[in-house]
C-alpha cells in the first residue's frame, strides 16, 4: 500500500493566519487546519498553532515530506515570516532537512476560487485571474489556465495600477477573477473587467494543501537554505519580529 504524504502548509501573507495538515490532493480535506487574525500576530500565533495542529494528527516534523508556505506576493512581513519559520524547523526536524515548498499565493487564490466554484456546480472557466490588494494603490496580478481541474501558470506574478489591470488580463468570455482586490479598487477597473464573474477568495493554507502533491511532482521542492520570499516589490529589512520567528522555530526544532 503506497504512503500517504504529509505536509505542513502556512500563509501569513495577508491579514489572515491560516495553518493546516494533510495529504493534499484536490479531493482530499486536511487533517487538521486552523484560520485567525494574521499581520502583526502572526509570528505570534504560528509556531503555537504548527504545533498544535501536529500533535491533533500525531505527526512529528522529521515525518513531514514537505513543509509548504505561501512566498508571496503579499504583505512584506508576512512572507519573510512564513519562509522564515519553514526554513528553521526544516532544518531542525532532521539531518539532511526536510524538504520545502514555496509556492504562489496568487496560485493558491486562483485554486481558492476554483475549489469554490466547483463546490456550486457553477461552470468553470478557462481562465482564472488572481487579483490581489497590493496597498499602496497597487494590485498584484497572475492568470491562470483551467483544463481538468489543473491549473497552469500563464505568467508570472506582477504588480499595476488598478487602472491598467485590463492590459494584464484580457476582459475575455470565460474568464474570472478572483482575490481582494474588486472589493478596494473595482471601481478604477476597466467596465469590461468589471463585467467579468468574480469570486472573493484569497490565499489559505488549505488551498496550498490541494496544491502541494502536484506542486512536489513537479519538482518544486527546495532545500531549506533555498527557500526565498517572493516580494514583486523590493524587500525591506527584517524585523525584530520575524527574528524571533527564527528563533522559536529552530527552538521547538530541536525540543
Request: with cysteine.
Amino acid at each position: 500500500m503506497a504512503s500517504v504524504s504529509r505536509f505542513l502548509v502556512f500563509d501569513t501573507s495577508t491579514d489572515s493566519l491560516s495553518v493546516a495538515v494533510g495529504a493534499g490532493g484536490l479531493d482530499a480535506a486536511p487533517l487538521a487546519q486552523y484560520s485567525g487574525v494574521g499581520g502583526a500576530q502572526a509570528s505570534a500565533t504560528l509556531i503555537p498553532q504548527i504545533q498544535a495542529l501536529l500533535a491533533h494528527a500525531g505527526w512529528r516534523l522529521d515525518e513531514l515530506d514537505a513543509i509548504v508556505f505561501g512566498r508571496g506576493p503579499g504583505a512584506f512581513t508576512g512572507v519573510r515570516t512564513a519562509c522564515a519559520v519553514a526554513q528553521g524547523l526544516a532544518f531542525a526536524a532532521r539531518p539532511e532537512g526536510v524538504p520545502v515548498l514555496p509556492l504562489d499565493t496568487l496560485w493558491a487564490v486562483a485554486e481558492a476560487a476554483r475549489a469554490a466554484l466547483a463546490a456550486t456546480g457553477q461552470a468553470m472557466p478557462h481562465t482564472i485571474a488572481a487579483v490581489l490588494d497590493a496597498r499602496m494603490d497597487e494590485v498584484y496580478v497572475a492568470t491562470y489556465r483551467l483544463q481538468a481541474q489543473v491549473l497552469t501558470a500563464c505568467d508570472a506574478p506582477r504588480l499595476c495600477r488598478p487602472e491598467d489591470l485590463h492590459l494584464a488580463v484580457p476582459p475575455t468570455a470565460g474568464t474570472v477573477l478572483a482575490g481582494n482586490a474588486a472589493a478596494v479598487y473595482g471601481e478604477r477597473f476597466d467596465p469590461a473587467l468589471r463585467a467579468l464573474p468574480h469570486v472573493q477568495a484569497l490565499p489559505t493554507a488549505t488551498a496550498l494543501l490541494r496544491l502541494a502533491p502536484e506542486a512536489l511532482a513537479r519538482g518544486l521542492a527546495v532545500t531549506a537554505a533555498e527557500a526565498q520570499p517572493l516580494y514583486v516589490r523590493d524587500k525591506v529589512a527584517q524585523t525584530t519580529a520575524e527574528r524571533e520567528a527564527i528563533k522559536l522555530a529552530q527552538a521547538m526544532g530541536g525540543a
